[in-house]
């Protein structure tokens, strides 16, 4: 855990290992802030932890919800753009590096862009299943694990909501990146000792 802790930091990352979802919830919620300005990206390990419930119940922030139900596309796409200017950010990540790296894939690339550069702080959550031991063993967790997983979990939704399903691995991640570090501060990944998200 220690060498863990000294290979992000050496990346300019903050750790913080916590045993379980109930903790990593207590600890994401100390960096909301009254009258601050919060982004989010896709990341079903937000939801999973109760964080994502938590900030939608907030009065107290101004929140770029993209995923509130009935909005516009229009209006999503503005919300995205509002995060990645926001004073946090909060998402998830494809996979860690024992390294101290990121490795992420995304659709429109609104996450991977706030977590490079934009918003004041970004706050990453992720499970012990997202270490990997390289860059190359990301990219191919990438492919292997939460691509197809994410294909079904957004097809089902698509299929409930009776649309055509129409992902698939050629369009789910248009965007990829690998973060090699991040000015010392900005960046904090909270890591749980659970299985969670894709």
């Known amino acids: 855990m220690d060498a ?3 290979a992000f930091k050496k990346h300019g990352f903050e750790v913080i ?11 994401a919620m100390s960096f909301i802030k009254p009258n601050m300005s919060v982004g989010l990206g896709g990341s079903t390990t937000v939801a999973q932890i109760g964080l994502l419930e938590y900030v939608v119940s907030l009065k107290n922030i101004t929140l770029f919800n993209q995923y509130e139900k009935g909005i516009s596309m229009e209006e999503n796409t503005n919300r995205r753009r509002g995060g990645l200017l926001s ?5 998830g990540t494809n996979a860690l590096t024992k390294n101290g790296e ?19 702080k970004v706050l990453i959550v992720a499970g012990k299943n997202k270490i990997v031991d390289t860059i190359d063993d990301g990219f191919k967790r990438i492919h292997d694990i939460a691509s197809p997983k994410n294909i079904e979990r ?17 369009n789910i991640g248009n965007k990829f990146s690998y973060i090699n570090g991040d000015e010392e ?7 749980v000792d659970e299985d969670l998200g894709f």
């Open 154 to 170: 957004m097809n089902n939704t698509a299929i409930a909501m009776g649309k055509e399903p129409r992902y698939n691995i050629n």
């Open 185 to 191: 501060g900005r960046t904090t990944i909270i890591i």
């Open 102 to 120: 990121l490795v992420n894939a995304d659709g429109s690339g609104n996450r991977v862009a706030a977590q490079i550069f934009g918003p004041k």
């Open 4 to 6: 863990q802790k000294k």
């Open 87 to 91: 004073d946090l950010y909060i998402c």
């Open 17 to 27: 290992f916590v045993s379980n979802k109930e903790e990593a919830l207590s600890v």
